[in-house]
């Protein structure tokens, strides 16, 4: 098994940078970069594309390229849902109006805010 991945974006080796250069004398050409495979399995940050992708914008190159796609792999034909249950709480709230003179009131009136207190993740 190879060590190395090659950028999975296929318009990598478009992009002018000097690290793309390969070749001698007039043979030179622009190649796709080449991705150390690195084990990340307890690496915090770690998303699971760095081992496939340069960087992030050839990643989100290739999702826009292929996202109908990826989407059918496993396509959500109806909503999620979580449990969950709220509280309602009265509060006095304030607003300001323009009057007639020119001066701004301050008006208070009742509302009612909804807070989720609690999330059933079974």
């Avoid at 990598?12 to 399995?41: A, E, F, M, P, W």
């Avoid at 496939?52 to 109908?68: G, I, N, S, T």
């Avoid at 709230?93 to 079974?122: A, E, M």
Wanted: proline share 3%; with cysteine.
């Amino acid at each position: 098994m190879s060590s190395y991945n090659w950028c999975h974006n296929p318009k990598c080796h478009t992009y002018q940078t000097t690290d793309r250069i390969r070749g001698s004398g007039d043979n030179k050409v622009l190649r796709t970069r080449r991705i150390k495979i690195t084990d990340y399995q307890n690496a915090y940050y770690y998303q699971g594309w760095e081992n496939h992708f340069c960087r992030v914008a050839c990643f989100f190159a290739y999702v826009k390229l292929h996202v109908d796609r990826i989407v059918a792999i496993a396509p959500v034909r109806e909503p999620s849902e979580t449990p969950i249950k709220i509280e309602k709480e009265k509060y006095e709230s304030y607003r300001y109006k323009h009057d007639n003179n020119g001066d701004y009131q301050r008006v208070s009136f009742q509302s009612t805010r909804t807070k989720i207190i609690g999330v059933n993740n079974d």
